[in-house]
């Protein structure tokens, strides 16, 4: 079974300073990653999707794969307060055709 | 963009009884899943399913049910509730292509007392 670990629990940023978050996966089965968001246990809104290794801009959102150290990060540019929010990370398990989810790391923006 | 709609948004339960948890999506995905959400925990796979008819047990199913009647309709079953299922509960729809994305509902607050 895939774990996922994310690092840190919870990151608190000055609005507009950059905010890095990472994960990392148990084993190099998946090559399929998602950064989500989630405002308040609310539902989950996909960011960014990567699928090889390298990065992937969404806009402020930037996601960086490295399969072989089994690594992939987001880092948000200029955020803000609105960005304040639970950041998961998910790695996708093409045998059973669903997704691994980390733990999450808390983000505060403040102004 | 896909809709998930889930219901209720919030439950409240006794022990012991039975509470079901209702999915709905409009978008014709094959593929719904059902995780919980605990601190400490972030979302665990408890069913899926692969289209009408299908279930599939996911990492956490012990202590729950699912059924997926229709395409659009999935749910999750407690048939004897207890307070260690109180939660967040996510419902989730998607496809499984080399882009798959999960659409998820808000979410169902569960609390077992």
């Known amino acids: 079974q895939q774990k996922v670990q994310q690092s840190p629990e919870s990151l608190t940023v000055s609005e507009g300073a950059m905010a890095s978050l990472n994960c990392t996966f148990s084993d190099g089965t998946s090559n399929n990653f998602r950064w989500y968001r989630q405002h308040s246990a609310k539902g989950l809104e996909v960011l960014v999707s990567i699928f090889s290794d390298g990065e992937k801009e969404e806009g402020r959102f930037t996601a960086h794969l490295n399969r072989a150290n089994l690594h992939v990060s987001l880092h948000i540019r200029e955020p803000q307060p609105s960005d304040s929010a639970v950041y998961l990370c998910a790695g996708l398990n093409t045998g059973y055709q669903n997704f691994y989810f980390g733990k999450g790391t808390s983000l505060t923006v403040i102004p | 963009e896909a809709a998930v709609t889930q219901s209720p948004r919030n439950k409240v339960a006794v022990t012991g009884g039975k509470v079901t948890l209702s999915c709905n999506q409009t978008?014709?995905?094959?593929?719904m899943y059902w995780y919980r959400q605990d601190t400490g925990h972030g979302l665990r796979l408890i069913h899926y399913?692969?289209?009408?008819?299908?279930?599939e047990k996911g990492d956490i199913p012990d202590g729950y049910k699912a059924s997926r009647p229709s395409q659009e309709n999935f749910s999750l079953i407690l048939e004897l509730a207890t307070p260690s299922q109180t939660s967040v509960y996510f419902c989730?729809?998607?496809?499984?292509?080399?882009?798959?994305?999960?659409?998820f509902g808000h979410g169902t607050k569960l609390s077992v007392l």
């Open positions: 399913s692969y289209g009408a008819g299908s279930t």
């Open positions: 989730a729809s998607g496809d499984v292509t080399g882009c798959e994305r999960l659409f």
């Open positions: 978008n014709n995905h094959n593929n």
